[in-house]
């Protein structure tokens, strides 16, 4: 099972959000360990797009409905590297959506 490393920049953007939103990402992260598949993650690979900002292959985990994390994994270091967590808005603004 893939390790699960935080960015230097992630745990910036987990530090600004809501306290309550760190306690359910927390919940998420750990659920996500135990079961990536889990329904209520919503665990999804990124669509490639030209004006999206995320890495080639990256995967989104919903925190709640307005809030989603990013990591992509990488293959010869058997890690998922999360990269960014942040709100819808800004999610969509960062994978080129809107």
């Known amino acids: 099972m893939a390790s ?46 030209k004006r999206g900002r995320h890495e080639k292959g990256s995967c989104s985990v919903s925190i709640t409905m307005k809030y989603r994390a990013i990591y992509v994994y990488i293959t010869d270091q058997d890690v998922n590297l999360w990269y960014w967590i942040g709100n819808h808005n ?8 809107k």
């Not at 959000?17 to 999804?44: I, T, W």
């Not at 800004?90 to 959506?97: A, C, E, H, L």
């Open 4 to 49: 699960n490393h935080r960015t230097w920049q992630f745990k910036q953007s987990f530090e600004a959000l809501p306290k309550s939103v760190q306690s359910l990402a927390e919940s998420q992260f750990k659920l996500f360990r135990e079961n990536p598949s889990h329904p209520s993650l919503r665990h999804h690979q990124l669509d490639e797009t």
């Open 90 to 97: 800004d999610y969509n603004s960062f994978t080129g959506r």
